[in-house]
Nanobody, 116 residues
Framework: QVPLVESGGGEVQAGGSLRLSCTAS????????MAWFRQAPGKEREFIAG????????YYTDSVKGRFTCTRDNVKNTLYLQMNSLMPEDTAVYSC?????????WGQGTQVTVSS
C-alpha cells in the first residue's frame, strides 16, 4: 500500500500559478513511478505528467509541456506539480498515482479551478 494525499489545489486566475503536492506516508514511495492525472467535469481522466522512480525520466502530455513541471523528493516522499501559465481549460480534479509492477495506488484528488 502507498497511501497518497494531494494538496495545493485552489482557485487562481488565468495566467497564474499553483504548486500541487502529493505526499506518501511510506518510504516505499521512492521505488514507485509517479504520475499526475486530471479529470474535468464531463470528461475522461487524462494523463498529465509522470516521473520515474529514480528521476531519470519525466513525461508530459502535449497540452502542458512548457507550462507544468513534475518533480519528486524521495527524502520527503513527495511528488510535486508546478503549474504555470494556467488556463481555464486546466480546471479539473488533479490526482496523483504510484505505479510499480502493475500495481496502482491513487490519492483522493485536489480541485484546481482557473477563472478567466
Amino acid at each position: 500500500q502507498v497511501p497518497l494525499v494531494e494538496s495545493g489545489g485552489g482557485e487562481v486566475q488565468a495566467g497564474g500559478s499553483l504548486r500541487l503536492s502529493c505526499t506518501a506516508s511510506t518510504h516505499r514511495f521512492r521505488i514507485y513511478n509517479m504520475a499526475w492525472f486530471r479529470q474535468a467535469p464531463g470528461k475522461e481522466r487524462e494523463f498529465i505528467a509522470g516521473i520515474t522512480w529514480n528521476e531519470d525520466n519525466t513525461y508530459y502530455t502535449d497540452s502542458v509541456k512548457g507550462r507544468f513541471t513534475c518533480t519528486r523528493d524521495n527524502v520527503k516522499n513527495t511528488l510535486y506539480l508546478q503549474m504555470n501559465s494556467l488556463m481555464p481549460e486546466d480546471t479539473a480534479v488533479y490526482s496523483c498515482t504510484a505505479n510499480r509492477l502493475g500495481n496502482d495506488f491513487w490519492g483522493q484528488g485536489t480541485q484546481v479551478t482557473v477563472s478567466s
